[in-house]
């Protein structure tokens, strides 16, 4: 599947591309909000699995409207925990640790920033999570899918269309870059991605992306960690990467990322 194979449905604030693998549609609803969301519909046989969730009060409603008619049979809640006035009533699926990111850790710290960011837009309320699970596979109205956990939450890969969901990817943005070390775990990863050939990375904050945006991303990882050990604080690091990529978005991050390597 290439990645610019989709129909796209234009919404009021959103869009939607349909990837049409046959017996399985893959929705990715790009919601053009304040923090670039993706959500993920997974659909088949007329039923249908979302992975993440809206946090606009706008976009809950928009989406919401859009997968009327169709039966929502489950939603899995790894990165995003908020919105969780979106499908209230759907069984909601979270692997241990990631409720507790949602609820105690990382994810609430971002709850709470975007909550005093955004104010009354922003749906603060965190999804309640109705079934807990495990690594490896999990069926959900009868689409299987793979549980992978990762340090904060959990990865998912969808074997019927070939494709896998992470919290972040973004070939032409900035990245959070927690050091070198973290660097290191995100191009192996990526290098896992390549290996077992998947046709569409999917990501949070990104439309589907493919193994050639993998593979610019740790070029991209590997351009950062040189940087860093010629660079003796966050200013200068930060200046040589804009120079070096200079139409990357994602400036917040790269703040962010300066910080980790120069904390």
């Known amino acids: 599947m290439n990645k610019n194979t989709f129909t796209a449905v234009k919404l009021a604030k959103g869009e939607v591309n349909v990837y049409d693998f046959g017996a399985v549609k893959l929705h990715a609803y790009k919601t053009n909000d304040l923090i670039d969301n993706e959500v993920f519909i997974v659909e088949k046989a007329g039923k249908a699995v979302i992975l993440e969730s809206p946090c606009f009060f706008d976009n809950i409603e928009e989406l919401t409207t ?9 939603m899995l809640i790894a990165y995003h ?10 069984p909601k699926y979270a692997t241990q640790n990631a409720v507790e990111y949602s609820e105690n850790g ?15 837009s922003f749906d603060s309320s ?17 689409i299987d899918f793979v549980i992978q956990q990762t340090a904060e939450a959990f990865d998912v890969e969808i074997p019927e269309i070939n494709a896998v969901y992470t919290h972040m990817l973004g070939h032409d ?31 949070s904050h990104y ?10 991303k740790i070029d991209y990882l590997e351009t950062l960690k040189g940087i860093a050990a010629k660079c003796n604080d966050a200013e200068s690091f930060k200046a040589e990467v804009q120079k070096q990529y200079p139409n990357y978005s994602g400036g917040n991050y790269l703040e962010m990322t300066a910080g980790f390597f120069f904390a």
């Open 66 to 74: 859009y997968l009327n008619g169709v039966e929502i049979v489950g």
């Open 173 to 203: 943005c900035h990245s959070i870059v927690a050091g070198a070390g973290h660097a290191d775990a995100i191009e192996a990863q990526l290098r896992a991605y390549i290996h077992k050939g998947y046709d569409l990375i999917l990501t």
């Open 106 to 120: 990382g994810g609430k710290a971002l709850i709470t920033n975007f909550t005093n960011a955004f104010g009354e």
């Open 126 to 142: 965190v999804h309640q999570i109705t079934n807990v699970i495990g690594e490896g596979k999990c069926s959900i109205g009868g």
């Open 207 to 216: 439309t589907p992306e493919d193994l050639k945006d993998a593979q610019t």
């Open 81 to 90: 925990g908020a919105g969780a006035t979106f499908l209230p009533d759907v």
